[in-house]
Each structure stands twice: as structure tokens, then as C-alpha cells.
């Protein structure tokens, strides 16, 4: 009779407990569609005013090319709030799996301490710390649910720098020509003051290269990053006096300055 009764209330409390963990649908399509997950990237916007952003991508391709994703981001006195919403599928699909991307911009940021949270379909929360100082933005967080971080270190681009880079399609005819034009440019110019890292537009490796964030697409190219006091104008004729007569297809020159101009 013990053992009777021992089954009956063990039985008993194991329905009690399904019935009370029952889900309403609601409450599982939020579980349930908390993938994909999101890419999570800094970045500074150069410029008259420069603009701290976070970089969103689709950790996973997604069917049209042009979906959406839907955030939310918000700064109150030292506070900083990114929500991330969902994937909003296009009528007008354009058919192609790709990676979808945005970017979340908070404004210029003074030198100082942020307390930091995103949010994934307001049932992850991520809290943590963004500091910013003349050098850097350094992003901690204490957990990173739904999303992942290519950066916890972003790098300021010092004032009165250039970087670029010369590429070109035949080494034989355009290898002197290219570096050429990059010894000019080094006689106009005084070393930079670039320390390895993550800069947004580009990175410093260890060897002290530049390399591009969006590669030019040739088969040879060389970089190059100065400390530049001179004029734009200056610039602008030396890149006339190296463009002219070439055609843009199989030789290309980029410059771009550290108050977001590109020439």
C-alpha cells in the first residue's frame, strides 16, 4: 500500500510540474526563434564629427539578399542600448544567400565610461563596459549570449594621417610605377604613428602593414600609411600627375585622410 502510494504522489508531481512548465505559444516562438545569431563588430565613422558605430551582420547566409535586420539603438547620458529584433524577410526577395548587415550608430562618444547592454529579441541580455579614451574604444561585456564580438579593441585614427593603397593587374608594366608614386608620396610625408591593432577601415599587423578592410580586387597591390601635414591639394595633383594616361581598370590609387576624405 506504501508503494502505491509512493507512485501515485510521484506521478502526481511529475504532471504538476509539466502543467506548470507549460509553454503558451507565444512564449515558444520567442524561445524557439532566438537564432540566427548576430556578428557584432566597432567601428568610428571619420569625419567633421566622428561617429562610434556597431557594425551587425547575420552570423548565418540568409535567403534574400536584401532582408532587414531590425535593431534598435539608443544613448542616454552614459548609457548605451542596442536591441536586436529579428530578420525582417522582403516582399521584393532578392533571391541569393548572402550575409545581411547594418549599423547601429550612437554619436560622437566623449572620453569616458559607458555602461553598455544588448539585447536579443528582448530575451537575451548582454551588460557591460564601453571605455573611450583619445586612443581607443575598448568594449568588455560580462556575457555574450546571441551574439559574438570580432573586436573587443578599437583603434582611433590619429588626426593628419593618410593610408592607402596602389594596385595594378600587370607587375611586369606597373610594379616601378606603383612605387613610385609610393616614394612621392613618402617625400611629401613623415612616418606614422599607426600601432598594431584594429583601426575600422584597415589593421596594422605586427610587421607594421597595412591591411585594407576591403581589399582591392587585383592581383597585386602594396599599402602605405604616412603622418601628413600638408594640403589636399597637394595630394590631388601628385594623384593627377600618377593617374593620368592609366587606365583605372589596370592601375588604381587610393587615398583616404583621417577626417574622411577619400581621393
Known amino acids: 500500500m506504501r508503494i502505491l502510494t509512493f507512485r501515485f504522489l510521484f506521478v502526481l508531481g511529475v504532471l504538476s510540474f509539466a502543467v506548470g512548465c507549460k509553454l503558451s505559444d507565444e512564449d515558444k516562438e520567442t524561445i524557439i526563434n532566438v537564432s540566427p545569431e548576430?556578428?557584432?563588430?566597432?567601428?568610428?565613422?571619420?569625419?567633421?564629427t566622428r561617429q562610434f558605430?556597431?557594425?551587425?551582420?547575420?552570423?548565418?547566409?540568409?535567403?534574400?539578399?536584401?532582408?532587414?535586420?531590425?535593431?534598435?539603438?539608443?544613448?542616454?547620458g552614459n548609457r548605451l542600448l542596442l536591441s536586436l529584433h529579428e530578420i525582417i524577410p522582403t516582399p521584393d526577395c532578392n533571391t541569393g544567400e548572402s550575409l545581411v548587415n547594418a549599423e547601429a550608430s550612437f554619436g560622437f562618444l566623449e572620453n569616458q565610461t559607458y555602461d553598455v547592454e544588448i539585447t536579443l529579441k528582448d530575451v537575451l541580455q548582454n551588460l557591460g563596459k564601453l571605455t573611450v579614451s583619445e586612443?581607443?574604444?575598448?568594449?568588455?561585456?560580462?556575457?555574450?549570449?546571441?551574439?559574438?564580438l570580432v573586436h573587443h579593441e578599437l583603434k582611433r585614427v590619429p588626426a593628419n594621417?593618410?593610408?592607402?593603397?596602389?594596385?595594378?593587374?600587370?607587375?611586369e608594366s606597373s610594379e616601378a610605377l606603383a612605387l613610385g608614386f609610393i616614394n612621392a608620396l613618402k617625400g611629401k610625408s613623415s612616418n606614422s604613428y599607426f600601432q598594431v591593432g584594429y583601426y575600422g577601415y584597415f589593421s596594422i599587423n605586427?610587421?607594421?602593414?597595412?591591411?585594407?578592410?576591403?581589399?582591392?580586387?587585383?592581383?597585386?597591390?602594396?599599402?602605405?600609411?604616412?603622418?601628413?601635414?600638408?594640403?589636399?591639394a597637394d595630394l590631388e595633383q601628385l594623384l593627377a600627375s600618377?593617374?593620368?594616361?592609366?587606365?583605372?581598370?589596370?592601375?588604381?590609387?587610393?587615398?583616404?585622410?583621417?577626417?574622411?576624405?577619400?581621393?
Not at 581607443?136 to 560580462?142: P, V
Open 206 to 232: 605586427d610587421n607594421g602593414q597595412l591591411l585594407m578592410a576591403a581589399a582591392p580586387e587585383f592581383p597585386f597591390s602594396s599599402t602605405f600609411h604616412f603622418k601628413y601635414d600638408g594640403s589636399l
Open 53 to 76: 558605430q556597431v557594425l551587425i551582420k547575420t552570423v548565418e547566409p540568409q535567403a534574400c539578399k536584401n532582408d532587414v535586420i531590425d535593431y534598435s539603438s539608443n544613448k542616454t
Open 38 to 48: 548576430f556578428s557584432l563588430d566597432l567601428f568610428e565613422s571619420l569625419g567633421d
Open 135 to 148: 586612443s581607443a574604444y575598448k568594449l568588455e561585456l560580462e556575457t555574450m549570449d546571441g551574439i559574438e
Open 242 to 263: 600618377y593617374r593620368d594616361n592609366q587606365n583605372e581598370q589596370a592601375f588604381k590609387i587610393a587615398i583616404y585622410t583621417s577626417d574622411g576624405k577619400e581621393l
Open 161 to 171: 594621417h593618410i593610408w592607402g593603397y596602389v594596385a595594378y593587374e600587370n607587375k
